[in-house]
């Protein structure tokens, strides 16, 4: 984009104008050798140009000539001329002038044809290539060649033809017109307003006399060839225009697009958009990104659903990677652009591809699914909530729930076979075999005796016969476990493995070295050069995304990892192999079992995909029984999960007023998956006697007021929300841990320790993180010797005395009971403390000898549990003193920078190793970043590319203008006249 206030050039005319900025105009491949040369020698500061040679009379001088040997403004003139002598073509009335073919002198130029009617803007290269706004469904496929047009068309012509149209459209437009008409001027609306593109605009002002004869006198007394240079003329003093013309009138396209399939689906059952309702631009965009180019049959049916189209619940459940993603994407974008409603996608916790609605059945994270759903449904009877799994079992409980229609398909896009490899033997699972599988063949592979003690399962024999040609998946039951058969891989393994697109590995351990600040892990240096790394929780973030990015390329072949991977990445392999039918030291589960062999296959690329395994002799009858067995049953987990589950939810309803009264509170349950599956619950209790159970607890712990009784005199009593009970479920608090934290924060006030971070970190340590924490006490030790005295106090007050741990760290008995919970939290937020100091996750991690993948989501867990404690002490106003305190840290904790780049970290796409280079080159403030250059910044900073720099300045310009509003909303609030101020009478 041009800077404001300058000429704007076109790249197609580079050698017409006098050059009035410093910016440097690059030359057109129309342009002669003589004219890039001219250019180029441009390219100097030059003088401010005298005032004779910029005249308004005739600013242009001798050089109006645009790469031609003739004038463009003397042809204009005789094209004019030729035309207006025509006898065919008579003066019409402004608003039906078709200037045509403006442009029939430019060499190496498609020749371009302007039309305005009443209801469209036609721009036309050739007679193929059309740009249409208004009655046309469809953007032109060739967008490349759209653009070219476009970008040469000077701001002021599109202004003069828009300016024709709003005289022709006041006496002309017809109701019909008017209405196809709305969805195009609201994306023109800046294209038309021509005064706000101008310094200097008295000069383009037009009589406004509404008669024919004034406005035909208009065009009369100003020739085309006038108008031409009059607005070259304020063409080289307008200010660039802010917007592109080309995306504005792409805007113009897709806005009636979807005004046009907003009405069918409103007016009709039936979807006869141009794709599925769709714009058809949004079948464009899935073509270019995705490489979509048509639908599976299933797909189609599943849109066309009746249950759809009318808006109603739907399940629908097909095998892992049979499509079910895409149908979503497609339902979202219906409702977001066609019928403007908003759309909430809930994933599961370890994914980032589908929701899963067997995840119901998966403990807390399944408990909060219901009642989110279960709220919906009681709340919002216009909501259409539609569910997608691979594996599903119990649909019927499903469907009665939601209240939903089933749809279902066998249809996967690669056939999947699946082995079972007992000692050297490969059999393939078959159904109508007696055991569950047949003999299919003998592994083929030639092992020493040393080799057969290191890889008894006969690892190597099955990867060498895929990768690295193929890509490999091996599911491990345990971490260690992935990184050992990865290490055991690449000691066996031929050399030859190492030159397979050896240089492109070579750049991922520079990468892995760069986000990790100069370290890598030692045990990826050693096998990422053979194609091979590990995937589990112990990575960093930035680690496993740039793993899986390299795997997707296929600069990976195999990956090492755990049972996550399956439900959490698409990331697909040609065979799969599961080491063991454990996770962890658990058997493995049906639906467990089908999520890691869904991952064999690869759309598009493979034929076949293929899962192998692993058992051992004594597993395998285990084995058989899981082969055999059906689907585990989706169930409630409402009442496992009693205060994530049961309570929480009862507390939400009182609080959200959903459900005030006994009465009202057991109409909800009994719409619950709980509800629906009560004839599973135990006969000792009922479902009314557990909600009031749970009520009874809640009024227990100070967060609801009122009387239960099953009685009817007493089933309509109102329930309350104490402040308590608001501030817990406001801040999501687990209700384990609400009086605690009450009682920690209370007991802060009396003695809060500011000299450092430490005290507000151990009160924003998460509970939930100690029971899987096993302190190393010398390193405990060490890093309280390195407290100062002040932060040793801190140790005292929470009530882990030096005594307790100076006696663990030495071996000694201890006496004196001290709560384990405690003594781990402590232990936690020392690692935090460190973290905020150093800011560096490897070292931290080698300091208390923890996985750094660990360091890192317990720096997660804190940063979101620390916004929970700040929600609730905004609704407690004994807490006020916290706010402020809390604040920051929550910022420190989510960024984890040192503070002076917490505002660079704000802005999208700024990681701390960008946020120093900016912050080291000058970019210290939001304001620095939002009034950037981002060319400058492409020179400035190292291995920035020119997409990122904008995206950089974009986000800082959103982010400084939405603080601004921010603020001048305070500002508002502050100045407001209160309307109960007391008066005198």
Known sequence: MDEPGLAVRRKSCPGSVRKRSRAPVQPSASCSPVDRKRLNSAEEPLAEPSCGNDSEEDMFGDYDSFCGNDSLLAQVDDIEHKYLQDEKLAIKPPGEIIPGNLQPGLPQKKQVNFSITENTVVLKADKEDA??????????????????????LPSSQLLYFEKMHELSSVSRISPASEGRNKCVNTSLEKIRSTSSFYHDAEHRKRPTDSSSDSRSDLFKTESLKDHLKSAMTGNAKAQTLQVSKTKQLQEA??????????????????????????????????????????????????????????????????????????????????????RQKDVLMILPFVAIVQEKLHMIGEGSRGATLEMTLAKILYASKNTQIVGMSATLNNVGDLQKFLQAEYYTNNFRPVELKEYIKIRDTIYAVDSKAENGFTFSRLLNFKYSSNLEKADPDHIIALVTEVIPKYSCLIFCPTKKNCENVASMLCKYLKKEFRAHREKEKQDLIKNLKYIGNGSVCPILKQTVPFGIAYHHSGLTNDERKIIEEA???????????????????????????????????????????????????????????????????????????????????????????????????????????????????????????????????????????????????????????????EKDSHSKCTL??????????????????????????????????????????????????????????????????????????????????????????????????????????????????????????????????????????????????????LRFCEELEEFWVYKALLTELTKRLTYCVKTELIPLMEVAGVLEARAKQLYNAGYKTLAHLANADPETLVKMIDHLSRRQAKQIVSSAKMLLSEKAEALQEEVEELLKVPTDIPETY
Request: charge should be neutral.
């Open 131 to 152: 740009f249409q706004v208004g009655e046309t469904d469809a953007v032109d496929n060739n967008q490349e060649q759209t653009d070219s047009i476009l970008d040469e």
């Open 253 to 338: 396209v897709l806005s009636e697009e979807i005004c046009v399939a907003r009405k069918t689906i409103e007016s009709s059952s039936v979807d006869i958009g141009p794709f599925y309702g769709l714009p058809s631009k949004v079948k464009d965009l899935f073509r270019q990104f995705r490489g979509i180019e048509m639908l599976y049959e299933w797909q189609h049916d599943c849109l066309m659903l009746e249950s759809l189209q009318q808006r109603r619940n739907l399940i629908y459940s097909l095998p892992t990677s049979g499509g079910k993603t895409l149908v979503a994407e497609i339902i979202i974008l219906q409702e977001l652009l066609c």
């Open 551 to 709: 795997y997707s390329a296929g600069v990976l072949c195999l990956l090492a990892c755990t049972a996550t991977l399956a439900a959490g990445v698409n990331l697909p392999a040609r065979r799969v192999i599961l080491r063991a039918p454990y996770v962890a030291n658990d058997f493995l589960k049906k639906n467990q079992y089908k999520q890691m062999i869904g991952r064999a296959g690869r759309a598009g690329i493979d034929s076949a995909g293929e899962s192998i395994l692993i058992v051992q002799e004594k597993d395998k009858h285990l084995v058989q029984g899981l082969i055999n067995s059906p689907l585990e049953n989706c169930y409630s987990n409402l009442l496992l999960e009693l205060t994530k589950g049961m309570q929480t939810l009862l507390l939400s309803l009182v609080g959200l007023k959903i459900a005030v009264t006994y009465e009202e509170v057991n109409n909800f349950m009994c719409g619950t998956l709980l509800g629906v599956q009560k004839q599973l619950l135990s006969k000792e209790r009922s479902l009314s006697e557990i909600i009031k159970d749970g009520l009874e607890k809640l009024i227990e712990k100070g967060l609801l007021k009122g009387r239960i009784s």
């Open 720 to 869: 309350t929300v104490t402040p308590l009970g608001k501030a817990t479920y406001k801040g999501s608090i687990d209700l384990a841990y609400c009086n605690v934290l009450y009682r920690e924060l209370k007991k802060g006030l009396e003695g809060l320790i500011l000299e450092s971070n430490l005290h507000l970190l151990y009160l924003t340590t998460p509970y939930d993180t100690t029971s899987n924490c096993s302190p190393d006490w010398l390193i405990y030790l060490r890093q309280f010797n390195q407290l100062s005295g002040a932060e040793q106090k801190v140790a005292d007050i929470v009530g882990v005395p030096e005594s307790f741990i100076t006696k663990k760290a030495s071996g000694q008995a201890i006496r004196k009971n001290v709560d384990s919970a405690v003594v781990n939290r402590l232990y936690l937020s020392f690692v935090l403390y460190t973290l905020l100091k150093e800011t560096n996750i490897w070292s931290v991690s080698e300091k208390f000898n923890m996985s750094r993948g660990y360091v890192q989501n317990l720096l997660n867990s804190a940063a979101s549990f620390a916004s929970c404690v």
